[in-house]
Nanobody, 127 residues
């Protein structure tokens, strides 16, 4: 089991960029598919992006497609979320999630699909 820890959140202005990182402890990181989710106040946790165990497949929610990029570095047990052209509606707590899987090219978009979660990092985008 890996334990993810997010970092990199902060307060930015609309149009700015920000990169979130998630470092996971454990020696089995490379066996996990990874995802980013976010939760705004009063709203359900929503899917943002996912990357497969092999890194060959990435998927994005429509709201962030073309602006956000997910990537992984298994040598560093890290997954990143590069966020460009940020909008006020991107304001939320962002969570990293891990799913242990033997399926190397699949991604998952449901919160219940993931085994372990980080504590979250706050991203606030001012207008």
């Amino acid at each position: 089991q890996v334990q993810p820890v997010e970092s990199g959140g902060g307060l930015v202005q609309a149009g700015d960029s920000l990169t979130l990182s998630c470092a996971a402890s454990g020696r089995t990181f490379s066996r996990h598919a990874l995802g980013w989710f976010r939760q705004a106040p009063g709203k359900e946790r929503e899917y943002v992006a996912a990357i497969s165990r092999s890194g060959s497949t990435t998927r994005y929610a429509d709201a962030v497609k073309g602006r956000f990029t997910i990537s992984r570095d298994d040598a560093k047990n890290t997954v990143r979320l590069q966020m460009n052209s940020l909008k006020p509606e991107d304001t939320a707590v962002y969570y990293c999630a891990c799913r242990n899987t033997i399926m190397s090219t699949l991604t998952w978009s449901g919160p219940g699909d993931y085994d372990s979660w980080g504590q979250g990092t706050q991203v606030t985008v001012s207008s």
